[in-house]
């Protein structure tokens, strides 16, 4: 059967209403009585709170209340879904400048803003550990003295992923990967090749900043929010107050961008237990600074050593993989534990052992970043594949052909065998990036590399179809629409599986107290397992429906075929949805609903439930008395099986690559003492209309190879994770010196310019 | 209390007349005054472009752009832009054009981009990137955006003949 309306390019379900102004974000959300939150926060990156003077705040025009962790008795006070190790509220102690201290609850934002200057906070100040090598020496004050009650348990079922044993260290969380003898393989390989790389601490930046509204309402709490996860959110909100899951709402509109920033709880604790205090609704929008001091992406050094064989075969890899993961755990342990499966790389590597250490510091909370560890370790592990290829006198494409796994072969031992023919992928990549090179190749760089993601986080997704008296279709899932094109995509294979055209297609996401439970929004799995289950949705809908149908003409089912929008029956005539709906039910009234549940089992018994490519290239031209880079190529191959939306899946891939870009050449949060120099989006450069690479080339490969409605995988972060390494390998080859951390600023590239020409 | 200041001006063709403190920046006054909310904030500093509005046909930061300076003049935001007979070229062409995601950065687009085309009918690539400059979008990579802005430069430069 050829799809009609999947693997068509069709409008965004949401364009219209974005491009005038009707689409309702958090930040637009408003309730009758509603007070204005601003936070208070801390002034030391490390400091006892001696005193909390709330008096003239509490004196201003305006204020209704100002709420510290001392008015939170009788709540459960911390928040953290893998480690409930952060307090909603600093609690006689801060540890990181920026966090919250307390909340102040006004009229108006301006009348909080006003208040929230007078809140005087009293401190006594602690040493602090400002980055890892402060935090790992044996001297450094501890930030968290004890273990917490854990959260969510699932976490510990990562590969290798270790309890923390008791808190005697700032080590976080500790996870690792090994098989083989890689010592020995070392000591037999033709050569080893050290590569060491730093990636930069980043905020994700997306443009809506975190924000709440919260309305406690003694016995049941309801809350709107930018969160991806809002049934996730539910769980640490209902643990705050002691209340039901099912008395805990969590709505999420439309979101201004996540990027996995959005991951998890953030602000909403915050919210709430100011409507819990103030007895009125709240809302709480943080400014673009509050956002950034709130989280960050985990920065990384990743050492990478891999013997070779003269002929170019990995013989072992062995990484250490150090995090900067900040103050709090947030989903760090979790990066981590990606980070360790996603550096090494879709290659034959007989004899393996990777070591990552996530590490507190006093500086802002790290947490999910799209590509999820995969552009930290994969920086290091790409590099070092181009380096080898230098020292061995083999072309790099050719380095990686002769390493790259095949289809069926397994990546990590008992996990999915790969669903994806990278060889293949490389060939189209390299062919483009080669094709669009200009004649002149004076100071010009190609650089390219792959990675594979272990992506879908755990398959739990449900879902739910009506179809409605009229015929028309009512999608019901809790997946977030945060600008992936989710609500578009997940239309399209309900208008495909029923058979009816894509207008009739309505869809309800991201409401805990009316759809259907989807575990998260991240890793790539929103298309692949959120689509499954409506796939699924959808054949329980037509079961259900053939019944009704047998009943109403006095047949048995299995005399009814399915048809486009109904069924068709013994005599050749058809019956449409709402046909059988109105007779059923005996007026045109009711509806049939169909239910359709993922969980670990069937197609998605084996861990991941699929393998997520990364397969992008870059190449630039430096200017050599100034270092600037210019970008004058992009290429991206999408293995996404099959794209249900073309240039959707385009849009992801260009947009991914583009946040590589920015890590790579501009975005690094930079600390200089207690708290960072560059809090703001004036001095945090991202990418801009001008830095556009002159020619870009986003490829699809559809080969059908995944688990998701007509053999969709995943995509969205897989274009990100190689082009850190893309670019430090452009750079390398343009100038002939190999940098060794991102991003790789004009100042950084023209200072590796005037060091010794390593050829002469 | 604050000096609370009247402000009367033209919004979207529609006449206002409201009075707001001296310190409310035209964003809070537009999103919150009256209801207009398409409009968005996001860095505060006018460097990312969200918050575009026209005053009197130039486009402005309306974060930090004060609600006062409008009185006697004439703005368009967002929901201004489509008329009777549909979406403004400019809009048709972000939605044909996959030229945007999360959509949060939209409205800023749009706003300068009417801005460029009020001025420059026909403008080349470089024209549009150089004037979009000052938007930041973090999902799209740009080439969407800038390619719709073109095709509807192109849809209405036909359309006048």
């Known amino acids: 059967m050829t799809p009609k309306v999947a693997g068509h390019s069709v409008p965004r379900a949401d364009g219209v209403a974005k491009v005038t102004g009707q689409a309702t974000y958090t930040v637009d959300v408003t309730l009758p009585g509603m007070l204005h939150g601003v936070a208070v926060r801390a002034e030391r990156a490390h400091a006892r709170i001696s005193g909390i003077d709330t008096s003239a705040a509490l004196a ?6 100002v709420v510290t962790a001392a008015d939170l008795e009788g709540l459960f006070p911390r928040f953290g879904h893998i480690v409930a190790d952060h307090p909603i509220l600093a609690i006689d102690r801060v540890r990181y400048w920026g966090e919250p201290v307390a909340l102040v609850l006004a009229g108006s934002v301006d009348e909080a803003n006003d208040a929230a200057a007078a809140v005087e906070v009293d401190y006594e100040d602690l040493p602090t550990v400002m980055d890892v090598e402060a935090a790992l020496s044996d001297v450094a004050p501890l930030l968290h003295e004890v273990s917490y009650e854990g959260g969510d348990a699932s976490f510990r079922t990562l590969s290798g992923g270790a309890p923390v044993p008791g808190r005697d260290s700032n080590v976080a969380h500790e996870a690792s990967v090994a098989w083989g003898d890689v010592e020995l393989a070392l000591a037999e390989a033709e050569i080893v090749v050290d590569t060491t790389m730093r990636y930069p601490m980043l905020y994700a930046y997306a443009m809506e900043p975190y924000n709440a509204v919260a309305d406690f309402r003694g016995d049941s709490l309801e809350v709107v929010s930018t969160a991806q996860h809002p049934f996730m959110v539910r769980e640490d909100l209902a643990r705050v107050f002691g209340l039901p899951l099912s008395r805990v709402r969590v709505r999420v509109p439309f979101v201004g961008g996540g990027y996995g920033s959005k991951s998890y709880t953030k602000v909403e604790p915050l919210a709430a237990v100011g409507s819990w205090a103030a007895g009125r609704p709240v809302k709480l929008v943080l400014t673009v600074e509050e956002s950034i001091y709130t989280t960050r992406v985990d920065a990384a050094v990743v050492h990478v050593r891999s013997g070779f064989a003269a002929d170019g075969r990995i013989l072992a890899r062995d990484v250490t993989i150090t995090m900067d993961s900040g103050a709090y755990a947030d989903n760090s342990p979790m990066v981590l534990g990606k980070a360790v499966n996603r550096c090494f790389g879709p290659y034959r590597i007989p004899n393996l052992r990777v070591h990552g250490r996530s590490v507190y510091t006093n500086t802002v909370p790290a947490s999910s970043y799209r590509g999820f560890g995969a552009p930290q370790g994969a920086l290091a592990g790409e590099a070092n594949i181009d380096q080898a290829a230098e020292r061995l006198g083999i072309d790099p494409g050719e380095l990686r052909r002769r390493n790259l796994l095949a289809r069926g072969e397994e990546l990590l031992p008992g996990k999915r065998p790969l669903d994806a023919d990278i060889a293949a992928d490389l060939d189209l990549l390299v062919t483009s990036l080669e094709e669009g090179a200009p004649q002149d190749r004076r100071w010009y760089g190609i650089g390219f590399g792959v990675s594979a993601s272990d992506a879908g986080a755990f398959p739990v997704s449900t879902a739910a179809v009506k179809v409605l008296p009229d015929g028309s279709v009512l999608v019901l899932n809790g997946s977030v629409e945060m600008g992936q094109g989710s609500r578009t995509v997940l239309a399209q294979i309900a208008a495909e599986e029923l058979g009816v055209a894509l207008d009739q297609v309505a869809v309800e996401q991201s409401d805990t107290g009316t759809v259907p439970y989807e575990r998260t929004t991240g890793a790539s799995r929103t298309t692949a397992l959120a689509g499954l289950a409506i796939a699924r949705a959808c054949g329980d809908l037509r079961r259900r429906a053939r019944g009704m149908a047998a009943e109403v003409l006095g047949c048995e089912p299995d005399d009814l075929a399915d048809a486009p929008g109904g069924v068709v029956g013994p005599d050749g005539g058809t019956l449409s949805f709402g046909g059988i709906v109105a007779r059923w039910f005996g007026s045109a009234a009711g509806e049939i609903t169909g239910i359709g549940l993922v ?13 997520e490519i990364g397969c992008s290239g870059v190449a630039v031209r430096v200017d050599p008395e100034t270092g600037y880079v210019v970008v004058d190529q992009l290429v991206t191959v999408g293995d996404v099986g099959f794209a249900i939306n073309p240039a959707g899946v385009e849009g992801q891939d260009l947009g991914a690559a583009t946040q590589g870009l920015g890590a790579a050449l501009y975005e690094e949060l930079v600390y200089d003492g207690p708290h960072p120099i560059n809090p703001n989006v004036v001095d945090y450069r991202v990418p801009h209309a001008g830095d556009m690479p002159r020619r870009i080339d986003t490829i699809l490969a559809q080969r059908h190879d995944g688990i998701g409605p007509f053999g969709a995988k995943g995509a969205g972060e897989g274009s990100l994770n190689p082009i850190g390494s893309a670019v430090a390998a452009a750079i390398a080859r343009a100038t002939g010196r190999w940098p060794t951390e991102l991003p790789l600023t004009p100042e950084r590239v023209w200072r590796l310019l005037q060091e010794p020409d390593p050829g002469t | 209390m ?15 007349r409201r009075t707001a403190p001296a310190r409310t920046v035209l964003a809070a006054f537009l999103r919150d ?35 006062v300076d409008i009185d006697g003049r004439e703005v368009v935001t967002v929901e201004g832009l489509a008329g009777a007979d549909g979406l403004h070229p400019l809009q048709q062409a972000f939605v044909d054009h996959f030229a945007l995601q999360c959509g949060f950065c939209t409205p800023g687009f749009l706003i300068m981009a009417k801005a460029l085309l009020d001025r420059v009918p026909d403008p080349t690539q470089e024209e549009v990137v150089e004037h979009l400059e000052g938007n930041i979008c973090r999902c799209t990579g740009y080439r969407p955006i800038v390619a719709a802005v073109l095709d509807a430069a192109a849809r209405m430069t036909e359309a006048r003949g």
């Open chain 1, 599 to 611: 969980r670990r089992g069937d197609d998605t018994a084996v861990m991941p439930p699929f393998w």
């Open chain 2, 2 to 16: 604050p000096e609370l200041c009247e402000i009367a001006a033209t919004v979207n063709g529609v006449a206002v």
């Open chain 2, 33 to 67: 005054d009256l209801g207009l909310t398409g409009t968005k904030v996001s860095c505060a500093l006018q460097v990312c472009g969200v918050c575009a509005v026209l005053v009197d046909g130039e486009p402005v930061s309306s974060c930090t752009y004060l609600a």
């Open chain 1, 60 to 65: 201003l025009p305006g204020v209704a209340a």
